[in-house]
């Protein structure tokens, strides 16, 4: 391919290489009987113009090697047989058909390279965009992957403050249960009450401030203890 080509031979250089060997190509045939084909040579001033990927040198190139052909051939002795000239015309419009195959031939082979060309840089556009995006989504993913472990924590704490409340509003509930039940102790204990009546309301209202525990009233009476309830 002439991509390959290109960096050993660059087109600065190819395009003076191509355009000597024209003129050499041409002097050549100049000073040469016509009966020589020297303008098949001209093929290789053309591949050499095909390698800087200009279409127009190579067409310029080709239209002036016709040219060159048919001038050479003017220039040159005319030959003393009539045959032999018509023999030499014709194998210089040979020559020129020859150019111009090589030449469509050069031109479709740029065509070609131009092509393979846009290919490689449209992929290589793609592929960096495909890296940007990929890139973009590993981004996406992460920042994903943390929103779930904060919003993981979150509801970590939310369940623990969750079970502290419910803890606390228990605490409350019995701390006001207990509050209720001394309220009612203390408004239900009033002069007109007997010894045994009030005792049996502290006994109920203890009861009632600690249930499940064993628990009980106890009186002294000079060395005795008496439980009152």
């Known amino acids: 391919p002439l991509r390959r080509i290109s960096p050993i031979f660059s087109p ?59 001038v050479a051939y003017s220039l040159s002795p005319p030959a003393s047989d009539v045959g032999a000239a018509h023999v030499v015309l014709t194998n210089r419009g040979l020559t020129c058909i020859m150019l111009l195959a090589v030449a469509a031939a050069l031109l479709s082979w740029i065509n070609d390279e131009r092509l393979v060309e846009a290919q490689h840089v449209s992929l290589v556009d793609q592929n960096r965009e495909l890296e940007a995006i990929n890139d973009e989504l590993g ?8 929103q779930n472990e904060e919003l993981q924590s979150q509801t970590e704490e939310l369940e623990r403050q969750g079970e502290e409340l419910r803890v606390t509003n228990d605490e409350l509930a019995t701390r006001e249960k207990s509050l209720e039940q001394l309220l009612e102790l203390s408004r239900s204990l009033t002069a007109e009450l007997s010894r045994s009546d009030m005792l049996g309301r502290i006994c109920e209202a203890l009861g009632a401030l600690t249930p499940g525990l064993a628990s009980a009233v106890c009186e002294k009476r000079g060395d005795t203890v008496h439980v009152i309830c």
């Open 12 to 70: 600065r250089l190819a395009t003076v290489s191509a355009v000597g060997g024209m003129v050499a190509v041409a002097t050549f045939d100049f000073f040469t009987p016509a009966s020589f084909i020297i303008a098949i040579l001209y093929g290789i001033p053309l591949s050499l113009a095909a390698i800087t990927r200009s279409r127009g040198l190579v067409i310029g190139l080709t239209i002036a090697a016709w040219l060159l052909t048919f």
């Open 139 to 146: 981004q996406r993913e992460e920042e994903i992957v943390r």
